[in-house]
T-cell receptor
């Protein structure tokens, strides 16, 4: 059974700080790892990492995948209050199913 | 583009009644939709996979007779919670996969908060 564990559970930072979120996983047949940001309602897609794309960057957000050590990191630099959200990591499996981790709740204080 | 809507956004019902939640892909076709539930401060748990024109596939532990799923068209899937009980109170979120898009790119609806009294 696929398993996704995220850490830390939550963290509080101040604007301008850098945040590093961790996602470790166990999977029988790796296909992809996805990151989502969930504010009040629906999760919004951030990145998808695969065997052929282990690093992604978009603005202040970046993510890497380590298939050997079975983890991924999501980095947010120069954080803003708008980055406050729950960040979800998910494994993509056969049939397009997603297995989510427990999420990391990030609070960015002004 | 790639917008998914859910209706209603919140609903309160009495114990024993049934509630239907709709999930629509507004600007794309979705042969596959997924239903999740999310308890407070917890992550999304996949309940079932809804395939257009065929029976839904339920995850282990999810009662198919209690959570009825219908995917009658390429843009609409419905989840009916039958004989609802207070323990069914939760946040229900659907997602839809664009049939023409990347395999694992899913778009989530805004969710429906169900409260059973």
């Amino acid at each position: 059974e696929d398993k996704v564990v995220q850490s830390p559970l939550s963290l509080v930072v101040h604007e301008g700080d850098t945040v590093t979120l961790n996602c470790s996983y166990e999977v029988t047949n790796f296909r992809s790892l996805l990151w989502y940001k969930q504010e009040k309602k629906a999760p919004t897609f951030l990145f998808m990492l695969t065997s052929s794309g282990i690093e992604k960057k978009s603005g202040r957000l970046s993510s890497i995948l380590d298939k050997k050590e079975l983890f991924s990191i999501l980095n947010i630099t120069a954080t803003q209050t708008g980055d406050s959200a729950i960040y979800l990591c998910a494994l993509g499996a056969a049939g397009n199913k997603l297995t989510f981790g427990g999420g990391t709740r990030v609070l960015v204080k002004p | 583009g790639a917008v998914v809507s859910q209706h209603p956004s919140w609903v309160i019902c009495k114990s024993g009644t049934s509630v239907k939640i709709e999930c629509r892909s507004l600007d794309f076709q979705a042969t596959t939709m997924f239903w999740y539930r999310q308890f407070p401060k917890q992550s999304l748990m996949l309940m079932a996979t809804s395939n257009e024109g065929s029976k839904a596939t339920y995850e282990q532990g999810v009662e198919k007779d209690k959570f009825l799923i219908n995917h009658a068209s390429l843009t609409l899937s419905t989840l009916t919670v039958t004989s609802a009980h207070p323990e069914d109170s939760s946040f229900y979120i659907c997602s839809a996969r664009d049939s023409t898009g990347a395999a694992y790119e899913q778009y989530f609806g805004p969710g429906t908060r169900l409260t059973v009294t």
